[in-house]
């Protein structure tokens, strides 16, 4: 507990079990009374906990805390583990552990934990005597938000529980085998200022590195300064506010159609804390062939990983950007950046328009994503499950707020947007927050519904219904021959859901209904399930299908 | 364009917790790609490991293998080689029947002309060891086994130094701890 106050945390997310009921027992004093220094939210399953800290952590910055039980308690954590490896979030899962005695008997909820996690983690450790807990605890939230954050796992035998110490508090701010910040290096800073001054077309790609760097006014001083346009992965989407004039969308396979095409005729491409997935470049083959590329990010096993870079300049880019930003000229790019134009003119006829505002038929999920956009508080929060709801809600969204974005990007993992709402709400509790979720993802995670109902957690649920497995129906039509395996879904009556665990619900089918409903949805207090009744059979679109160039982006199917 | 492969010895050094074998691998296990030797062992400086792995590659999945391994919390620096960058030992060990030696005397010269050592002889077996490289390690199985006198055969993995003065790591550490 100690340790855990030591590293400043105020909110845990857990369920108690056998192995950890020591923990647990102490944790009871010190979330009440003269001692108290935590909250503890309880949850309803232990994939919930992890998804939770995962969402506090994108919010707050800080370290997402999840404390579970040995065996299925902790494997229930995995998901979230791996979540946050691939999304580059700082979470701490401390899990119990049987005692070291028992450990390789098939004891009781007994797993090799340090084994099943260490591929998925940043660091696994497991804590076998208690003084090694001040040590493992300040290391573990040392690795988990230092460098490219992660996940760090703590694997707490049970014996090491209860054994009794004098307690000695540790700071770790040091590793010598670990090298969180590498060291900028001014040559590489020096080429690739001389490769922006040279540039008649750059174009810059922002990632979350910029967000997990807190560089976002760096970010913009040296977009301004060159005059820049810059896309944003799905991850990067706050890093840069949605109304800034060098703002040119989202990149990727549902992304904005002028940037995709943009990135194969640029001439010089800037990434910044970005991975190039394959969800942004498509066929690596072909993408982005013609440009010199600069490559900006903390960590150097992600240089030339994907995309051959000209140079790279390995550092955190808090510090590499205003570097750069020194070293490269005023400059303009205006007929380069009024080439975009034509095709997101193009875009907003043929896809944007009948998105957010179509005329008949049923609703549509950009229209219902635009209108909480358009209705909410300019800081609030979007989190989204994964999907086609996920895809809508990141495309038309409005981002004016750094940390404003909860999402699933690497592992694209359903059942992500309820828990990680709950933790976006206590990282912010004076904003609002917005999970946009389809009746598919709602369900992998529906019983956090009793957390939330326990903890009275105002998230705005925003339920798209439409009867499908959307994403993956729309991918059996475009690509397998419209054969629906297993797509179609039975849904429960959502409404007896919300009312059994006493939250607010309101159903809308009729467009004109959208505005009022979405209205209540923001002014009632509290949690608030608005369940949207979708066209069944409706596109994300534009689209670049699997592995193909990002240049044969299609507007329509 | 298809990648050429070449025998790539990475050098990993990493701190004495448990574990980080096991990290290691891993990363080559999710890439497919088999090591093809392994040797473990203290390095010259105190608490470091020293991990010798082979491996078939082409040199961009050696470059992103090496960096994904050295991104692992605990490992200290790795670093990859060809075999010209490298001072490099493996030893074989062969058993031999005796009778077999004592029947033909071709293989007593083979042994020699090997450079080979016979290290235990008794009226079952005689063990010869040969220190070197792959090849000549190899090549002594192969003559030896064409007078069909092998009862075993081994061969270790292999150990190497680099051709450089100084351990590579002793200079990021200082770096590391003054630094």
Redesign the interface.
């Known amino acids: 507990m100690r340790a855990l106050q030591a590293e400043g945390v105020k909110t845990i997310f857990g369920y108690p079990g056998g192995s950890i009921m020591p923990v647990y027992d102490a944790l009871y004093d010190y979330t009440r009374g003269e001692k108290k220094c935590f909250d503890h939210i309880l949850v309803r399953h232990e994939q919930g906990a992890a998804h939770a800290a995962e969402g506090y952590a994108r919010v707050s910055g800080e370290v997402g805390v999840a404390l579970v039980t040995s065996g299925p308690g902790v494997t229930n954590t995995l998901t979230g583990i791996a979540d946050a490896m691939l999304d580059s979030t700082p979470i701490v899962v401390i899990a119990g552990q049987v005692p070291i005695g028992a450990l390789g008997t098939d004891a009781f909820q007994e797993v090799d934990l ?2 099943v996690s ?2 998925i983690s ?3 450790y497991q804590i076998r005597h208690a003084e090694d807990v001040a040590w493992a605890v300040s290391r573990a939230f040392y ?1 988990a938000r230092t460098g490219r954050p992660g996940p760090v796992v703590l694997d707490f035998a049970k014996n090491a529980q209860t054994e009794e110490i004098d307690w000695e508090p540790m700071k770790c701010n040091f ?5 969180p910040y590498p060291k900028l290096d001014m040559n590489a800073v020096q080429k690739a200022a001389e490769l922006i001054n040279s540039a008649k077309k750059p174009l810059a790609l922002v990632g979350q590195g910029v967000e997990l760097g807190n560089a976002q006014s760096e970010l913009i001083r040296f977009l301004e300064k060159a005059d820049i346009p810059a896309g944003r992965t799905m991850l990067g989407l706050s890093a840069l506010p949605s109304n800034h004039p060098l703002n040119v969308g989202m990149l990727g396979m549902h992304g904005n159609y002028a940037v995709n095409l943009k990135e194969q005729e640029c001439d010089v491409l800037i990434a910044i804390g970005m991975r190039f997935s394959d969800r942004v470049t498509g066929n690596l083959k072909t993408y982005a062939k013609q440009a010199k590329v600069i490559h900006l990010d903390i ?3 992600e ?3 994907n995309v051959k870079t000209t140079v790279a300049v390995v550092a955190d880019c808090k510090e590499s950007l205003p570097a750069l930003t020194e070293l490269i000229n005023e400059n303009s790019h205006q007929g380069w950046r009024d080439s975009f134009r034509e095709l997101d003119k193009k875009e907003r006829e043929k896809v944007i328009e009948p998105a957010i505002h179509p005329k008949e038929g049923p609703l549509r999920m950009g229209e219902v994503v635009n209108m909480v956009a358009e209705k909410s508080a300019d800081d609030a929060i979007l989190v989204t499950d994964v999907g086609q709801n996920q895809l809508f809600a990141t495309r038309y969204f409005k981002y004016h707020h750094k940390r404003s974005i909860c999402t699933s990007g690497g592992l694209g993992t359903m059942g992500y947007g309820l828990p990680a709402a709950i933790g976006a709400t206590f990282a912010a509790p004076n904003r609002q927050v917005c999970c946009f979720m389809g009746d598919g993802g709602f369900q992998m995670c529906i019983q956090e519904l009793g957390t939330i109902m326990e903890q009275h957690v105002p998230v705005k649920m925003i339920l798209m219904n439409n009867h499908y497995l959307g994403n993956v129906r729309q991918w059996q039509d475009m690509f397998w021959m419209r054969r629906k395996s297993f797509t179609k879904m039975l849904n429960p009556c959502y409404e007896a859901i919300a009312q059994g665990y006493g939250i607010s619900y309101q159903a809308v089918t009729n467009r004109k209904d959208l505005s009022a409903a979405v209205e209540k949805m923001l002014t009632t207090d509290g949690p608030f399930l608005l369940e949207c009744a979708i066209l069944e059979e409706d596109n994300v679109l534009p689209m670049t299908p699997p592995g193909m160039d990002v240049d044969k982006m299609m507007l329509e199917v | 364009m298809e990648n050429r492969k070449n025998l790539y010895t990475l050098l990993v050094y ?2 004495n917790v448990a ?1 980080i074998l ?2 290691i691998t ?1 990363v080559f296990t ?1 890439r497919q790609v088999n090591i093809e030797s392994l040797n473990v062992s203290a390095s010259s400086i105190p608490g470091v490991h020293k991990y010798t792995i082979t491996a078939w590659s082409d040199e ?1 999945q050696i ?2 293998i090496t ?2 391994i ?2 692992k ?4 620096k790795a670093n990859y080689f060809t075999d010209e960058q490298l001072f490099i030992r493996e030893s074989g060990l062969y058993k031999l029947s005796t009778d077999k030696v004592l029947e033909n005397p071709e293989i007593s010269r083979t042994i020699r002309r090997f450079d080979a050592h016979i290290i235990e002889v008794n009226p079952t077996y005689t063990i010869v060891m040969k220190h070197g490289i792959t090849e000549d390690i190899i090549s002594l199985f192969r003559a030896l086994d064409t007078f069909g006198c092998v009862l075993q055969y081994t061969r270790s993995g292999r150990i190497a130094v680099t051709r450089g003065m100084q351990e590579q790591v002793s200079e990021f ?1 200082e770096e ?2 003054n630094g």
């Open positions: 340090v084994g260490q591929p940043k660091w696994s690795i590793i010598r085998s670990y090298v960590d150097r096993s240089i030339d990983k | 990493s701190e574990g096991n990290q891993a999710r961009d470059l992103k960096r994904q050295e991104k919390i605990d490992v200290v550490l590391r701890e």
